[in-house]
């Protein structure tokens, strides 16, 4: 069985060993760690996709889409907005929505329908309420919900949770030792 064996770079080096994991800390990027995974004899990496590769993904899908965020002073400019659908638009003054009292609110645009949804309105923001105020509320108060809360935590499996534990070092450890990787599958 192979071992699966862990190492901390700064960069990925020329010669890799096989069923390994890199984990490289690249120096421009003081608070990242790229992962790359080896195939069985080290020929070759594969590296796990980063933030780079997930900003350029998430930018090509709301290209694609025609999607978007767009900010607009009020209801006349978004009406006077070409419109496509999932187009959403924060309104900065939506008063003259007649369901708006004040303030901005966010719509999106739905084609099947061709109108816009108000997804949120502004004013409500700063909404404080109190437990009497809630209706359809427990019938219990909020000191004996949190009781019941705090007195709720139990484990079926608690002779195992009582194995974890660190060394002199404050490393992990399971009944005493350090925890162990194993490779269960090499299909690369």
Request: glycine share 8%; no cysteine; hydrophobic share 40%.
């Amino acid at each position: 069985m192979a071992v699966m064996k862990f190492h901390k770079v700064t960069a990925l080096p020329g010669t890799l060993e096989g069923h390994s994991v890199y984990l490289v800390a690249p120096a421009g990027k003081p608070n990242y760690v790229e992962l790359y995974a080896t195939n069985a004899d080290g020929t070759s990496a594969r590296r796990i996709l980063n933030d780079v590769d997930i900003q350029a993904m998430i930018d090509a899908s709301i290209a694609a889409s025609g999607a978007g965020v767009e900010i607009v002073a009020d209801i006349a400019a978004r009406d006077a907005l070409t419109t496509a659908n999932g187009k959403y638009v924060l309104v900065l003054d939506a008063s003259a929505d007649p369901t708006v009292n004040s303030g901005a609110a966010s719509y999106v645009w739905r084609s099947a329908t061709s109108t816009w949804i108000k997804l949120t309105e502004y004013e409500s923001m700063d909404l404080s309420l109190t437990w009497a105020a809630i209706s359809g509320k427990p019938t219990s108060s909020p000191a004996a919900i949190d009781a019941a809360v705090a007195n709720s935590h139990t484990h079926a499996n608690m002779t195992e949770l009582n194995k974890i534990g660190e060394d002199g070092n404050g490393d992990f450890t399971y009944n005493g030792q350090p925890p162990r990787a194993r490779l269960e599958t090499a299909g690369w």
